[in-house]
């Protein structure tokens, strides 16, 4: 009797010490998967306490990408940014995309996330996805005139960029198809915004457009500055803002809208097209100044005579992502913490360095 109970508490506590044991690698485990985590860790739905949501919430992640898009987010050389296509079932291939250069501040931001590959991504909810793509695809609005923002189209004319990349990362962070839909201009994205016709914009954020749109901040930034005459006395935009001054810009772009609202002196004269803008200023010596972003007005200068770019900046153009008013706050408030994670995670600054979009800053930095 006295052995069985020896055997017995011997068995016991040979248990409990493989207990111990397994305990102690499972936490040691869990600090090093926090320690070098290119992102970090990510924190899971509160109703499992787990890293990555329930199993039907990882089925749910994202889906193949993307009518009118393919291949939108491409792959950068030196390895910054690599899409997989997957089956949302195919566990294998859960790396969706993957960015360099992380940061681990992203721990700092106070919204369950995921990370799929090494971009970390806020979960949105049923609400937040229903308000920002309501017929099931995100209808994406691209203005095609900025060249910084699109560099260029595809065989089949879809647009490819810095903008369409960023519109690409959210839709598939919402598990959605995307559509890209093409306007001219700034100007004609913003008329659209009240006709249903996209569910996000991809513009500068501006005062006058913000009256119809609820704007994220900023995830990129372009300086706009102004070009003179090579004989000219002005030399900053204090400068040109003189009484009898007259300034050339495009109608409707975000600086040209900067300028309407702080402007004091100067006569602002516009036009509908960049090309018209810049023909005026070359055509006529009565326009003193010709407003535009610098690396448009840089790339002008080489091409006229007698001609040189200010130093200065008078505004600088606050890329950023809007929704049309009016939706449920779950859409906007997922699309700010989106926009967020995009800088810190350094998934805008790979966009601008894969499409060489020289002149195209990371809002804040």
Partial sequence: MIFVVAVFVVTIGFVAVIIVIVA????????????????GCCVGHADTGQDG???????????????????????????????????????????????????SRSNDLPHRCRTIGHMTTPIPSPEAVQALAPTGTLRAAINLSNSLLVSGTEA???????SPDIAAALAEALGVELELIRFQSPGSVADAANGGMWD???IGAEPARAEYIDFTTAYAEIEATMMVRGDSAMHSFADVDQRGARIVVKSRAAYCLWLERNLVNAELVQFAE????????????????????????????????????????????????????????????????????????????????????????????
């Fill in 24 to 39: 102690v690698l499972f936490a040691v485990r869990i600090v090093m998967v926090r320690k070098f985590a290119v992102i």
């Fill in 53 to 103: 949501g329930t199993e039907q919430q990882r089925n749910d992640w994202p889906k193949p990408l993307h009518r009118g898009a393919s291949g939108v987010i491409g792959s950068i050389r030196n390895g910054g940014v690599v899409v997989v296509r997957h089956s949302p079932k195919d566990t294998s291939s859960r790396r969706s995309i993957r960015w360099r250069g992380a940061a």
């Fill in 156 to 162: 089949d004319g879809t647009p490819v960029g810095v």
């Fill in 200 to 202: 996000i914009g991809n």
């Fill in 274 to 365: 960049h090309a018209e803008t810049t023909d005026a200023f070359a055509a006529d010596e009565s326009f003193d100044a010709y407003a535009g972003l610098r690396t448009l007005l840089t790339a002008e200068a080489t091409s006229l005579e007698n001609i040189r770019v200010l130093d200065d900046r008078f505004t600088a153009v606050q890329q950023a992502i809007g929704t049309p008013k009016g939706r449920d706050e779950a859409g906007f408030e997922y699309l700010k913490a989106f926009v967020e994670h995009t800088k810190i995670d350094g998934v805008v600054a790979a966009l601008i360095e894969k499409h060489s979009a020289d002149g195209l800053l990371v809002a804040g930095n």
